[in-house]
Each structure stands twice: as C-alpha cells, then as structure tokens.
Nanobody, 120 residues
C-alpha cells in the first residue's frame, strides 16, 4: 500500500548534474528517517545520503560536497541534487523510508530504483 517512485535518472556526461525525486504515496505512518542508496554494477548497495525527521543530513564520503538531500513534506517528496557527477557515480539509485508502524515495529520501504549513467 505504501509505495515510493523514483524519477529523474538518465545519461549524463561527467561534470553534469541530475536531480532525482522520490514521491511517496499511501504514507499514513510516522517517518523516522529517509534516504538515498545506490548499487553500482558488481558492488553492494551503499548509503548515499539520509535526512532525519529533525532535518539532520548525512552523506557518504564519496559524495560530500557534491550531493544535497532535501524533502518537501507538503508534496510528500524527497530529492537528491547531484552535481559534479563522476563515472563512479553510475548506479541504480533507490529511495528508502523507515516507517514507525507501532511502538515496537518499523517498516523499511524501497522504491524500484532509477538508473543514473555518467559517461566519461
């Protein structure tokens, strides 16, 4: 019932920029944290950036200074602005939210991913 939909991926040259969006629907629970992850070919899924309920942000060392994470509560949408893209940023990018269903139960919800390809 709760769904996340990523958009904004595509092909871009090194040094270019993209903004990814994650639109949520059916979210009637409290959101603990939300963030972006990515999985490059032959590699494990890794954290890109997170934003907490209080607005605190964290970034992977590899993207610090280049990526910005933000949210628009009114639109139920989260964004990641990606600047100065490098070929090593090529990956499928996933959005994630952690929901609190009860006092003792949480739920992780993932989008289906959007592909970002950065050419040299």
């Amino acid at each position: 019932q709760v769904q996340l939909a990523e958009s904004g991926g595509g092909l871009v040259q090194a040094g270019g920029s993209l903004r990814l969006s994650c639109a949520g629907s059916g979210i009637i629970y409290s959101i603990n944290d939300m963030g972006w992850y990515r999985q490059a070919p032959g590699k494990q899924r890794e954290l890109v950036a997170t934003i907490s309920g209080s607005g605190t942000t964290k970034f992977a060392d590899s993207v610090k200074g280049r990526f910005t994470i933000s949210r628009d509560a009114a639109k139920n949408t989260m964004y990641v602005q990606m600047n100065s893209l490098k070929p090593e940023d090529t990956a499928v990018y996933y959005c994630n939210i952690n929901l609190r269903l009860s006092l003792i139960r949480t739920l992780e919800v993932w989008g289906q991913g959007t592909l970002v390809t950065v050419s040299s």
